[in-house]
């Protein structure tokens, strides 16, 4: 079973940087679409940004000129690079691939087990 597996979060303050990233636990043979999605608490879900196997973006309002997203192929790796990181970033975040091809077969929607990024003010 493949799963992905997300790195990068933690605290920091306003105005500072941090880096996630996600990977599958096994080696696949490809992902179509990954992408980045935040729950902050008492809020729904939403989309962050997300990459085309193509390199195709697409990014919420809230986030754009800030964060940005990006993927190595060849690693199947997916980042987002967020900068100027505002307290209403503050959320899990969750990585999600919405079709994975690997030996034995494709899988859809797999999601990350997210995590935590905090930024103080």
């Known amino acids: 079973q493949v799963q992905l597996v997300e790195s990068g979060g933690g605290l920091v303050q306003a105005g500072g940087s941090l880096r996630l990233s996600c990977a599958p636990s096994r080696s696949v043979f490809s992902i179509n679409v990954m992408g980045w999605y935040r729950q902050a608490p008492g809020k729904q879900r939403e989309l962050v940004a997300a990459v085309t196997s193509g390199g195709s973006t697409n990014y919420a309002d809230s986030v754009k000129g800030r964060f940005t997203i990006s993927r190595d192929n060849a690693k199947n790796t997916v980042y987002l690079q967020m900068n100027s990181l505002k307290p209403e970033d503050t959320a899990v975040y969750y990585c999600?691939?919405?079709?994975?091809?690997?030996?034995?077969?494709?899988?859809?929607?797999?999601w990350g087990q997210g995590t935590q990024v905090t930024v103080s003010s």
């Open positions: 999600n691939a919405d079709r994975i091809r690997y030996y034995g077969g494709t899988g859809y929607d797999y």
